[in-house]
């Protein structure tokens, strides 16, 4: 049973940093590129940023450009999200996404999100 676990989200203040983490089972996705999603309250699912397999591309969102850094490491089967410098408008669950093939495929597995809250 492939499965993709999200953790490190939490509240932080505004200008702080946090760490998210999706550790993947069932299956090596060495091979397939990564992403990170989140959906804050009322809103539609939005990217945020995508890897490639080996991790040598990667392309974001324009809001989190610069401060957000995604990475993985493909012997533990996991990706990062790296979030400095956060914002409340980055409140929202924050879910981990497995694409079906490389950089321009479409995510086709999903976590279950970790909930992540800027305070003001």
């Known amino acids: 049973q492939v499965q993709l676990v999200e953790s490190g989200g939490g509240l932080v203040q505004a200008g702080g940093s946090l760490r998210l983490s999706c550790a993947a089972s069932?299956?090596?996705?060495?091979?397939?590129?990564m992403g990170w999603f989140r959906q804050a309250p009322g809103k539609e699912r939005e990217f945020v940023t995508r890897?490639?397999?080996?991790?040598?591309?990667?392309y974001y969102a324009d809001s989190v450009k610069g401060r957000f850094t995604v990475s993985r490491d493909n012997a533990k089967n996991t990706v990062y999200l790296q979030m400095n410098s956060l914002k409340p408008e980055d409140t929202a669950v924050y879910y981990c996404?497995?694409?079906?093939?490389?950089?321009?495929?479409?995510?086709?597995?999903w976590g279950q999100g970790t909930q992540v809250t800027v305070s003001s």
């Open positions: 890897i490639s397999a080996s991790g040598g591309l990667t």
């Open positions: 996404a497995a694409y079906s093939g490389g950089f321009s495929s479409r995510p086709y597995y």
């Open positions: 069932g299956h090596t996705f060495s091979g397939n590129a």
